[in-house]
């Protein structure tokens, strides 16, 4: 079964500092990924994914993910945060490429992670 | 845009009693999803359907049961609610997206029902 590890559940980091959130995951198979960020009191909402091409993916707000299958990796970047970006982040493998029906497809999430932004 | 939404953002509702949480996508999405997110957890699947009157477990089904009559509606039932069950319900809607040769749900999620169960 595949299964996300996000490293760290919180990440505490000053205004206009680089920030990564670390993502891994577990599969024997081919896998798409996703980042989706969830601002106080709201629903998730997709950030970026990867299926397949380019390694590195850029998504919205300036946001960046690097897939690195050797590492298993999904890693989050942005070089500049700020106060706005504080949210609680999550990784997502899904699960079981193949054919279409059924579950195939569905998205296995990670715990998350919270960006706190300080000025 | 995809809109999801959620009948409710904020209920409160005694130990026993029935709850029925509703759904409501406009983008004629085969499949939805229930989850309910906890601290430290994560997100959870509850169940999910991925069509009309048809429903399969998720990872954390005991206590729940949903409904989808129409394609836009999917409701979660709680036959008897419990403390254990106070929680954020998130519900989500997909399309299956083909690349490669393989499957994967693109999810468009509503804005949440925080249930607290007294």
């Known amino acids: 079964a595949q299964s996300v590890t996000q490293l760290d559940s919180q990440v505490p980091v000053f205004e206009e500092a680089p920030v990564e959130l670390r993502c891994n995951y577990s599969?024997?198979?081919?896998?798409?990924l996703f980042w989706y960020v969830q601002y106080p009191n709201q629903g998730l909402q997709l950030l970026l994914k990867?299926?397949?091409?380019?390694?590195l993916v850029k998504g919205i707000n300036g946001f960046e993910a690097e897939f690195n299958k050797s590492q298993t990796s999904f890693h989050l970047r942005k070089p500049s945060v700020h106060i706005s970006d504080t949210a609680e982040y999550f990784c997502a493998v899904s699960d079981s490429p193949g054919n279409y029906g059924g579950s195939q497809g569905n998205l296995i999430f990670g715990k998350g992670t919270k960006l706190s932004v300080k000025p | 845009d995809v809109k999801v939404t959620q009948s409710s953002r904020y209920l409160v509702k005694r130990t026993g009693e029935k709850v029925f949480l509703e759904c409501v996508q406009d983008?004629?999405?085969?499949?939805m999803f229930w989850y309910r997110q906890d601290p430290g957890l994560g997100l959870r699947l509850i169940y999910f359907?991925?069509?009309?009157?048809?429903?399969e477990k998720g990872d954390i089904p005991e206590g729940y049961s949903v409904s989808r009559e129409k394609k836009e509606r999917f409701s979660l039932i709680l036959e008897s609610a419990s403390t254990n069950q106070t929680s954020m319900y998130l519900c989500?809607?997909?399309?299956?997206?083909?690349?490669?040769?393989?499957?994967?749900?693109?999810?468009?999620f509503g804005p949440g029902t925080r249930l607290t169960v007294l």
């Open positions: 983008m004629d999405h085969e499949n």
């Open positions: 989500a809607s997909s399309f299956p997206s083909f690349t490669s040769g393989s499957t994967y749900n693109e999810q468009f």
């Open positions: 990867y299926l397949s091409g380019s390694t």
């Open positions: 359907s991925y069509d009309v009157k048809m429903k």
């Open positions: 599969s024997s198979v081919s896998v798409y």
